[in-house]
């Protein structure tokens, strides 16, 4: 296994100094966002599809660093009432420039429909009352299953393998029953990023849902989330106040360890080990408290003694 960083956490500085960074702290690859909920600040998208030259300057700037580029983060809404169509571009797009950068993954979201023709935005149903909120679901599972199929085909006409989802709230797909539905309906390209952080405040287990995905894993994060007892017991999990808040909320995201015990992460890499991933750890750091650089160093030096002695640490 290599470590891996998603290199928006290097929001700050030029594709060439964001690179140079991940070299010096002698990891071996990156993920790069191509856009959506990301402003996309490596990668820009339409210059290097329509420039072979472009594509190929970006390719030696990661191979000259001895990197490789595991996959393209397309944090779109596919199926968004208002810029889904705009968004379904964007995942075409991604899927297009991995395959002219011989890059077999890509990272996105399901999406999430409004509930009705004309919405002007989403509708996330979690919860079966009343029972018209059903009847809605199922609606925007045939939306999500056409859609999905037109791109589980672009993906293929492209060379991509993977499709990794995030198992993330407010999309059609965030656990393990959502994530199984979709792959059944269109097949082994669709499967998983698992990101603890986004498990750990809805109270699921992480290592529970490797297990139950086995090879539909197809893309790890490396995230942690600290949970606040005393603002959970008043906010509950469903906490809307605003990230810029972090002291006043009921769960923020850490780095891994600084959330949850070296004993749950040494888990986590034997389950995912036992399921037969054999692909990278992408830390994507988000941590207020340690941001940049700071929180990639203290994830690696983290995780580095967890994983097993067949698993191949960072140099």
Request: hydrophobic share 45%.
């Amino acid at each position: 296994m290599t470590f891996c960083v998603n290199t928006d956490c290097f929001g700050d500085l030029p594709l060439d100094a964001a690179l140079d960074v991940v070299a010096e702290l002698g990891l071996d690859a990156v993920e790069i966002a191509a856009g959506g909920h990301s402003d996309a600040p490596h990668l820009r998208i339409g210059e290097l599809l329509a420039d072979p030259a472009a594509r190929a300057r970006f390719a030696e700037a990661i191979r000259s660093r001895g990197l490789t580029l595991n996959a393209i983060n397309c944090s779109a809404d596919p199926l968004h009432p208002r810029h889904g169509a705009e968004h379904r571009r964007l995942i075409e797009d991604s899927l297009r420039l991995a395959g002219e950068l011989g890059v077999d993954k890509v990272v996105t979201m399901s999406g999430c429909p409004g509930d009705a023709p004309g919405a002007p935005t989403i509708n996330w149903i979690w919860f079966p009352w009343p029972d018209d909120m059903m009847a809605i679901r199922e609606r925007q599972w045939e939306v999500a299953v056409e859609v999905w199929r037109e791109l589980a085909d672009r993906a293929e006409a492209n060379g991509v393998r993977r499709i990794a989802l995030e198992l993330l709230p407010l999309q059609l797909v965030y656990n393990v029953p959502t994530l199984l539905r979709l792959r059944d309906e269109i097949g082994p390209v669709i499967g998983a990023n698992i990101d603890p952080s986004h498990m750990f405040w809805q109270q699921m287990d992480p290592v529970r849902v490797v297990q139950a995905l086995g090879p539909a894993v197809h893309h790890v994060h490396l995230k942690d989330t600290e949970l606040y007892p005393d603002e959970l017991a008043l906010n509950g999990v469903l906490d809307s106040r605003p990230w810029t808040d972090p002291e006043h909320r009921a769960w923020i995201f850490r780095t891994i360890g600084e959330g949850h015990p070296a004993s749950f992460w040494r888990a986590f890499f034997a389950a995912l080990r036992e399921a037969g991933y054999d692909d990278v750890l992408s830390v994507e750091n988000e941590d207020l408290h340690l941001p940049g650089a700071s929180g990639v160093r203290a994830a690696i030096d983290f995780a580095t003694p967890l994983l097993e002695p067949a698993w191949r640490p960072v140099a």
